[in-house]
């Protein structure tokens, strides 16, 4: 049946089954870090240069910090590292999270929004996404593992998280990072 396949991600691009996504198709980056199907069976896609967001046969792109024409044009502030993004994935209510260079980040349906530590304070740079059988949020980050409860902000649970834990989906020449199921 049509849309039976799978996802998967490449340090060259996006691909469903043998067909290959890259920028001229849509993608806001060829360098694509993660994967992620929401209740629509619409991907969601981390790329080293912002998130795109597939639906009705067309890719969106999303940059979490922003772009310089937003900046300019008085929007929020250009944050590059932002638009860095390593993971993706879709939550029960169908928001895209994404984890960047700059924290974790989700697409509200109307426009993309920062989370916050408790506290306040910024997460730190995020490479791994999770979401539990309870719809709480884990992110993994260079500094230890967060968790987000239903409409709290995340609180670090552990700060024993290694290194090649986190950074394993980055290895050079690993393909593919991240592969979705979809049908």
Known sequence: ?????????????????????VVDNGLPGNRVRGVALDAQDQVWVATASGVAHRRSGRFYTYYPGSTLEEADAGGRSFRPSANNVYA??????????????????????????????????????????????????????AQGLYRRQARTRLELVSEEAPMDFVHEPLIPNHEPTITQLTG
Request: hydrophobic share 35%; aromatic share 14%; proline share 4%.
């Open 1 to 21: 049946r049509p849309g039976v396949g799978m996802w998967s991600a490449h340090a060259y691009g996006l691909k469903f089954n043998d067909t290959l996504y």
């Open 88 to 141: 993706t994935v879709v939550d029960r209510e169908n928001r895209g999270w994404f984890g960047t260079d700059d924290g974790v980040f989700y697409f509200d349906g109307v426009i993309v929004r920062e989370v916050t530590i408790k506290g306040g304070e910024k997460m730190p740079p995020t490479y791994a996404l999770h979401i539990d059988e309870k719809g709480e949020l884990w992110a993994g980050t």
